[in-house]
T-cell receptor, first 113, second 110 residues
Framework: DGGITQSPKYLFRKEGQNVTLSCEQN?????MYWYRQDPGQGLRLIYY???????QKGDIAEGYSVSREKKESFPLTVTSAQKNPTAFYLC????????????FGPGTRLTVT | RKEVEQDPGPFNVPEGATVAFNCTYS??????FFWYRQDCRKEPKLLMS???SGNEDGRFTAQLNRASQYISLLIRDSKLSDSATYLC???????????FGTGTSLTVIP
């Protein structure tokens, strides 16, 4: 089955630690995205990548970093510089050459204490 | 001004009712439009794309009005399972960025 996987589903970290969230897709999509969702709020774009080895900052990139070394993978690192890292993190991908529809992974719920 | 604006609701409707959600977008260059459904503590899932001519999928009808820059979603014969948050999404194509509304909450009551 084609789709997007994110791991882990729940993640707990102590303040001051960096943490990397995994996102893998086998949909052969060029574009991948990371969003953050806080309770009762909409999705906010952190980073996006239209092609391998290239990525752009979204609206709230401060305190985050990404890499795009493979088409299938777009990991997100939440650094200790991120002031309020506790949130629901969603990875998505889209096929810009066909439908532009965006598909989401199941999300990672990060709690930092 | 937000790129996409939605009435957050909540909408509480009885089973069998018809309910409509509207969404406005600010950038006239927007080219692709979608409705997503998000259940509590889950990821958004594509409900339907919205085409210029309007489109229907079972009990769901989506409309696009480019002149007024709004998108609508009509749900007929509401089911308990329709309870969720509905997100309006717009894609600019150039830059391939997606802009999300904050969502409209729907609860269907028995």
């Amino acid at each position: 089955d084609g789709g997007i996987t994110q791991s882990p589903k729940y993640l707990f970290r102590k303040e001051g630690q960096n943490v990397t969230l995994s996102c893998e897709q086998n949909l052969n999509h060029d574009a991948m995205y990371w969003y953050r969702q806080d309770p009762g709020q909409g999705l906010r774009l952190i980073y996006y990548s239209q092609i391998v080895n290239d990525f752009q900052k979204g609206d709230i990139a401060e305190g985050y970093s990404v890499s795009r070394e493979k088409k299938e993978s777009f990991p997100l690192t939440v650094t200790s510089a991120q002031k309020n890292p506790t949130a629901f993190y969603l990875c998505a991908s889209s096929d810009r050459d066909y439908s532009y529809e965006q598909y989401f992974g199941p999300g990672t719920r990060l709690t930092v204490t | 001004r937000k790129e996409v604006e939605q009435d957050p609701g909540p909408f509480n409707v009885p089973e069998g009712a018809t309910v409509a959600f509207n969404c406005t977008y600010s950038n006239s260059a927007s080219q692709s439009f979608f409705w997503y459904r998000q259940d509590c503590r889950k990821e958004p899932k594509l409900l339907m794309s919205v085409y210029s001519s309007g489109n229907e999928d079972g009990r769901f009808t989506a409309q696009l009005n480019r002149a007024s820059q709004y998108i609508s979603l009509l749900i007929r014969d509401s089911k308990l399972s329709d309870s969720a948050t509905y997100l309006c999404v717009v894609n600019m194509v150039i830059g391939n960025q997606f802009y999300f509304g904050t969502g409209t909450s729907l609860t269907v009551i028995p």
